[in-house]
């Protein structure tokens, strides 16, 4: 499958909550992590699979 990256940017993770920032910040890092993706590629991915993946990211 696929998924969002990072869907919180570290700047807003809870366990960085003591330095204090808040969203709106680094509003490119929370821009990107919103339109970043993790698709499925690895060494052993076979060349059906590979199909398989570009076909749903160009239907993406």
């Known amino acids: ?3 969002v990256y990072y869907p919180v940017p570290c700047h807003l993770q809870k366990a ?3 330095l204090g920032h ?10 990107i992590c919103e339109e970043v993706l993790s698709i499925p590629i690895f060494p052993g991915i076979s060349i059906e699979e ?3 993946v570009a076909k749903e990211l ?3």
């Open 1 to 3: 499958g696929h998924m």
């Open 16 to 18: 960085l909550n003591f």
């Open 22 to 31: 808040q969203k709106g910040d680094f509003p490119v890092a929370e821009r």
């Open 50 to 52: 590979l199909d398989y």
């Open 58 to 60: 160009r239907a993406f």
